[in-house]
């Protein structure tokens, strides 16, 4: 138990190290730049090194701030919509993704990969635009960002299950493309319910 405790706490500061140091960096490339140094062909001695090859970080990285972007999304339309099917299906992706990026931190933890620690430019720029709408607007613009985000995931899901080099990942990719399209088969029909 204390080793659990301690492995949470170093990571907790290795992320708030980070947050500190990352200035007017995005998250997701300061961890990828962080992943980058730790490569096990150029600095091992020094970093301790990665597990994996750079594209399967890369995927992490990727999978880890769209996940984080899922869950902050999914609180905001539980607060924001009155709508029935968007509070099921963002309840669904608190849940959903929730679940897989404690898996995911996992798996980069025993690797060694640095994720970021919170939601990229891209999505804060998103949540930013979706916190300032309201009603009908708020439903749509959520649902579109919906069906957008869950389209690249499903590619980015798809693709590491096919040329990952790294077991886990592509494990984790495999198990997790057929949940994200489960997402957008409801996600498409709730954009066509608001038509």
């Not at 138990?1 to 992320?15: D, E, Q, V």
């Not at 849940?95 to 996992?106: F, R, Y």
């Given at each position: ?16 190290f980070q947050a ?176």
């Open positions: 138990m204390k080793k659990l405790i301690y492995a949470i706490a170093l990571t907790g500061a290795a992320f708030a500190c140091n990352s200035g007017n960096k995005d998250a997701k490339e300061t961890a990828d730049s962080m992943n980058k140094a730790k490569d096990t062909t150029n600095n091992t001695a020094a970093t301790g090194g990665i597990a994996v090859d750079q594209k399967d970080a890369k995927f992490a990285t990727t999978a880890a701030g769209g996940g984080m972007a899922e869950v902050a999304l999914g609180k905001l339309a539980l607060e924001k919509s009155t709508n029935a099917q968007i509070k099921e299906f963002a309840t669904m992706m608190v849940n959903d993704h929730g679940k897989a990026n404690t898996e995911l931190i996992g798996i980069a933890q025993a690797k060694n990969i640095t994720l970021p620690d919170m939601v990229d430019e891209e999505h804060q720029k998103k949540m930013a635009d979706l916190e300032k709408k309201t009603g009908k607007d708020f439903d749509k613009a959520y649902v579109d960002a919906m069906v957008d985000g869950h389209k690249s995931t499903l590619k980015l899901m798809q693709d590491e299950a096919k040329d990952g080099m790294d077991a886990e990942l592509k494990a984790f990719a495999s198990k997790t493309a057929p949940v994200v399209q489960g997402h957008l088969d409801m996600i498409n029909k709730i954009h066509d319910s608001l038509k």
